[in-house]
């Protein structure tokens, strides 16, 4: 967290999101307390003294494995400053700061650059999908899915409250390799309930002659 | 990150055609992995339509992904040829699944599982370099289904398996298998075991994504049905072969003894495959026209001319069996007319009534196939006889209207209304001089299957039989 000494609600915020954090004024600084495993993001406030923080930011940028996500808190006169150095920062906070709101922002940097805390888990009620090891379950007990199954039901999963119609789940899940037209999708869908299992089949609901829907609707 | 991402769209679908094996082969081996699958059985099927599986470890799996394996296909019904026997299986990578039931496969070559994960992957069978195996039932199929869909067609199947459960395998010359019950048609009995299985069968099903459309006691003692929800041809035939091994498996659990021999007890009804058929284009069912008085289109039609003018050509493959001949007699609500009807059980094809507003479920039901047909050669068949009556125009003969088991040999020759073959023997004779069953087979099936069915055929002819014993051992 650039500078050194921290703003006091800007560690605050930090603290409150549960995120360790070492206080840093030169991208130096930062190289010498970096920790093992490598800095996980950079909180840069640029409201005191922004060239220095512009010049960190872009140290940051150039070193050889780049630092993200990289959050900037600039007061709301410099937001035209901001302008083509876009390239610098992943996410930016206006000051005043909203207790919450970095917290927020770094947990959802995090999960965009995949070093969230479970990224690659995808949760609905009982189902978990886990998106890097091909793996699904519900209620922890492993669903054995062919790979087409397990395609459908991650589009379905990571969209969820949304109907879809069999076209437009054809193209997105299947793409051009497919037989036997939409009606694979009705197949599928029917396999992928089998194997959800009586209890748990209503994940995936009919919308009458529409398409489907997985989970509940918004309203 | 939105910018980003733009261009990657645009570019997703080319890339999803180049990745797709590479994905899909990723995703077996991962969950191989990540299941801890100790041996994945590759699946293919014979001519006649018997399971084989070879076994192999979670280690040859990404070779086999990818290069096919190699093995001797002069140990295998059909596949030997006078030359190269070598050939390749090679997985299709959509049809991995682990497998819900412990045991190995039939015939299954390699180390007994013992309590560890299994899977499976179902093989095309290919030649070293590459082009299909003229001796591949599945790739039969596979060539019928490309021919439907070349002119626009995607084909649909949806069968009704019967079979038996009885306490052993093993008769005793003289003697009847053994009924693990006498309970009849809907019939529930406390602590019925067979019933159990049949649950127990079900749910392993629906766990390895073979959706049960329904399941029920059938006429005989002991005999039980089990109706697949449809899916194309292709898949279907995969399916039909899970189906038979987890019926046995889990019959075997239980120290039961399950079979799909088409005709096992005298004096009862057989076991059928009745089997759903239906063509749709696109979205659309290709069989239906509301405005037509049977509901049926000209595509629908043409289908129905075209499978009942082949049906005999095709007899002996879809009831492949000396016994299965035993089946097809008056009497048994199993088919002997050349016909077609809506709701008369005695014809050959049916035409189920659609449910009110469901017209996208417009189906034929073609009631010859039993469960011990080749699945992959039977559906290829029928959609070949059904696709040449639409190609040709054949006219729709009228319907059967009467119980055809009634009336008499003048009045069906009035009628025009032929019989399936009677014996094995007159199936053979008949599918030798059919076109159309030779170029739908390949030369390759075609010459084979003649060969061994004229064998079995002479080697019965020469058995002294139970009957024979009985009736003519002590008074002549």
């Known amino acids: 967290m650039f500078p050194d000494p921290a703003p006091p609600e800007v560690a605050q915020a930090a603290d409150l999101g549960g995120y360790p954090w070492k206080p840093v004024n030169t991208a130096e600084d930062a190289n010498i307390a970096e920790p093992e495993d490598g800095w996980a993001g950079a909180i840069v406030c640029a409201d005191t003294q922004p060239s220095a923080a512009f010049a960190l930011c872009r140290a940051l940028r150039k070193r050889e494995q780049p630092l993200e996500p990289l959050i900037l808190v600039v007061d709301h006169r410099q937001l035209a400053d901001l302008d083509l150095r876009e390239d610098l920062f992943d996410d930016l906070i206006v000051l005043p700061l909203r207790p919450g709101e970095l917290a927020a922002r770094l947990k959802l940097s995090f999960w965009r650059v995949g070093r969230g805390t479970r990224p690659e888990l995808v949760e609905y009620g009982p189902l978990v999908l886990n998106l890097e090891t091909y793996q699904a379950a519900v209620s922890g007990k492993p669903l054995d899915l062919t790979y087409m199954e397990y395609e459908l039901l991650k589009f379905l999963a990571t969209h969820p409250g949304k109907v879809f119609t069999r076209e437009v789940l054809l193209s997105r899940v299947w793409g051009y390799e497919y037989y036997g037209g939409a009606r694979t999708v009705d197949v599928h869908i029917r396999r992928l309930r089998a194997k959800l299992g009586e209890e748990h089949a209503h994940l995936i609901s009919t919308v009458r002659s529409v398409g489907y829907r997985f989970g509940q609707g918004r309203w | ?476």
């Open chain 2, 1 to 476: 990150m939105i910018p980003a991402g733009f261009p990657q769209a645009l570019t997703s679908q080319t890339w999803r055609m180049e990745a797709g094996t590479e994905r899909q082969n990723e995703y077996v081996l991962r969950t191989v992995e990540e299941r801890g699958v100790r041996f994945v059985q590759l699946w293919f099927t014979d001519v006649l339509g018997v399971q084989k599986a070879v076994s192999i470890t979670p280690a040859e799996l990404e070779n086999a992904l990818e290069e096919g394996l190699t093995f001797d296909g002069s140990a295998v019904d059909g596949f030997s040829r006078v030359q190269e026997s070598d050939v390749l299986a090679r997985p299709d990578a959509r049809t991995f699944q682990i497998l819900p039931i412990a045991g190995g496969g039939p015939e299954a070559t390699g180390n007994g599982a013992g309590g560890h994960q299994v899977a499976r992957v179902v093989c095309d069978v290919t030649n070293l370099d590459g082009t299909p195996f003229e001796g591949d039932p599945r790739n039969v199929l596979r060539r019928t289904v490309e021919r439907a869909r070349e002119k626009g067609f995607s084909f649909y199947a949806a069968p009704e398996i019967e079979y038996f459960y009885f306490a052993d395998s093993d008769v005793p010359a003289g003697t009847t298998p053994i009924p693990l019950d006498n309970g009849s048609y809907f019939e529930l009995t406390v602590a019925d075991l067979a019933g159990d299985l049949r649950k127990r069968t079900v749910l392993t099903l629906e766990e390895m994504g073979i959706p049960v459309e329904y399941s029920q006691h059938e006429d005989s003692p002991s005999q039980h049905e089990i109706d697949l929800r449809y899916t194309d041809a292709l898949a279907m035939a995969d399916n039909v072969m899970s189906v038979r091994l987890v019926v046995k498996e889990v019959a075997q659990e239980r120290g039961v003894y399950a079979t799909f021999m088409p005709k096992p007890l005298y004096g009862f009804q057989g076991s059928g495959m009745h089997t759903h058929f239906s063509l749709f284009e696109g979205d659309t069912n290709a069989f239906c026209d509301p405005g037509d008085p049977y509901g049926l289109s000209k595509i629908g039609r043409g289908f129905i001319a075209g499978l009942l003018r082949h049906a005999r050509e095709i007899t002996a493959v879809t009831n492949q069996w000396v016994n299965s001949y035993k089946r097809l007699v008056p009497g048994y609500e199993a088919p002997v007319y050349v016909s077609w009807a809506r709701n008369n059980r005695s014809a050959l094809v049916r035409v189920p009534p659609h449910k009110r507003g469901k017209p996208e479920s417009t189906r034929i039901e073609y009631r010859a196939p039993d469960s011990a047909c080749n699945p992959y050669l039977a559906f290829a068949l029928v959609l070949a006889a059904g696709l040449d009556g639409i190609e040709e125009g054949y006219d729709l003969p009228p319907e059967a209207a009467a119980n055809l088991y009634e009336m008499t040999p003048t009045e069906r020759l009035a009628e025009g209304i032929e019989s399936l073959p009677s014996s094995l023997d007159e199936a053979v004779d008949l599918m030798e001089r059919s076109e159309l069953v030779a170029a739908t087979l390949g030369e390759h099936v075609f010459e084979w299957f003649l060969r061994n069915k004229r064998a079995e055929w002479a080697d019965y002819t020469g058995q002294v039989t139970n009957y024979e014993l009985a009736r003519y051992l002590p008074r002549l």
